[in-house]
């Protein structure tokens, strides 16, 4: 799992790749459901696929779904729907720590005053409640999507002053989710349809793998010829060099 994962990501997260994919995976609570393997692999093919769908790169998605996880763990909201939330803030290029921080007071806040978010999920309370209860993600879904229904900034920034969420980059990284919200769908099925596979990591390292040793075999190959070539070049001197030597050597016999 390692290998591949070395192989597959390596170019693009770096040298601690397997270490960093190893402890998101620990993170979530994953290597219980799945054991290490798998868990690893499953985390590492999330991320690939989302990394090579779309403009949003794969150390971002890592680094802010590892500052994520405690709070999603609390709120029950998976690792692929994080990424989901992840590469849609990238691919608006909404900076990285602004955006985890961000949402993770959204996540906390909505648990402590669930009251509060309800009106503006425009649900009632206890509805709003039992969804934050059982499907936390969707809670979220059903409030940024009440807000993309609200207007503009101008009209959305007193509503994060409400929520105790400061206001000038928290409004710029919500807008972005609000004015997302069928692409955060698409973004976490697609990273929940490919950490359940568990196969993207597995096939780009087929791929970079046989890339590989297509680039090895070309390179033996070319070694070959020069090799041959060299020879018939030489083998006129060695001739020569084998006569001269030949003779000299019955001179001195005489």
């Known amino acids: 799992a390692a290998d591949k994962i070395n192989v597959a990501l390596g170019e693009d997260l770096g040298a601690d790749a397997v270490k960093n994919i190893g402890k998101m995976a620990e993170m979530f609570g994953e290597v219980e459901k799945k054991g290490l393997r798998e ?8 991320i690939n696929t989302l990394g090579q769908t779309s403009s949003a790169a794969e150390p971002y998605l890592l680094e802010f779904a ?6 999603a763990n609390q709120a029950k ?8 939330y992840a590469s849609v803030l990238d691919q608006n290029m909404q900076q ?4 985890a921080t961000a949402m993770q007071n959204l996540i906390m806040k909505m648990m402590q005053t669930p009251a ?5 999920a425009g649900m009632e309370v206890s509805k709003f409640s039992e969804l934050l209860k059982t499907d936390a993600n969707e809670a979220v879904l059903a409030l940024i999507d009440s807000l993309s229904k609200k207007g503009g900034l101008s009209e959305l920034a007193p509503m994060f002053k409400e929520m105790g969420l400061d206001g000038v980059r928290a409004s710029g990284v ?3 989710l609000a004015n997302n919200i069928d692409k955060i769908r698409i973004e976490q099925e697609k990273a929940t349809q490919a950490y359940n596979d568990g196969t993207s990591v597995i096939n780009e390292y087929n791929i970079k793998n046989n890339n590989l040793q297509a680039e090895l075999e070309k390179s033996r190959k070319k070694f070959q010829d ?3 070539e060299l020879g ?3 083998y006129p001197i060695l001739i020569n060099l084998t006569k001269t030597s030949t003779g000299f050597i019955k001179l001195i016999g005489q």
């Open 232 to 234: 018939e070049k030489l």
């Open 39 to 46: 868990a690893m692999l499953a985390t590492g093919s999330a």
């Open 174 to 176: 919500i807008s972005v």
């Open 116 to 120: 509060k978010f309800a009106k503006m």
């Open 96 to 99: 990285l720590e602004m955006s």
């Open 66 to 71: 590892a500052r994520l996880s405690g709070t």
């Open 77 to 84: 909201i998976t690792q692929a729907e994080v990424l989901g």
């Open 226 to 228: 020069i090799k041959l």
